[in-house]
Nanobody, 116 residues
Framework: QVQLVESGGGLVQAGGSLRLSCVVS????????MGWYRQAPGKQREWVAG???????NYEDSVKGRFTISRDNAKQTMYLQMNNLKPEDTAVYYC??????????WGQGTQVTVSS
């Protein structure tokens, strides 16, 4: 069974940093894009960053220059380095993999809380 497991969330002060990890177990055929989403209470899930099979990256405007998405294929792990965190970054962060054959796969989420 395919599983995506996030880790690295926690409570930090504004201006601090966290690195989120997403480990993929099992096999997902034909992944086109992987990415990170986040969801704050009472709000819809929001796309944050994505990375393609060719390592092209893109970011939501509010996190550009602060967040960096990357992956290590040998470790089957994707990362989100988050610097200069702001209270508005507080959310549950979800790892996502998208396959043209199998659809979307999601992790269980990891809580990021940024205090002011």
């Amino acid at each position: 069974q395919v599983q995506l497991v996030e880790s690295g969330g926690g409570l930090v002060q504004a201006g601090g940093s966290l690195r989120l990890s997403c480990v993929v177990s099992g096999s997902i055929f034909g992944i086109n894009v992987m990415g990170w989403y986040r969801q704050a209470p009472g709000k819809q899930r929001e796309w944050v960053a994505g990375i393609t099979s060719g390592d092209m990256t893109n970011y939501e405007d509010s996190v550009k220059g602060r967040f960096t998405i990357s992956r290590d294929n040998a470790k089957q792990t994707m990362y989100l380095q988050m610097n200069n965190l702001k209270p508005e970054d507080t959310a549950v962060y979800y790892c996502q993999a998208r396959s043209s054959w199998s659809g979307d796969f999601w992790g269980q989420g990891t809580q990021v809380t940024v205090s002011s």
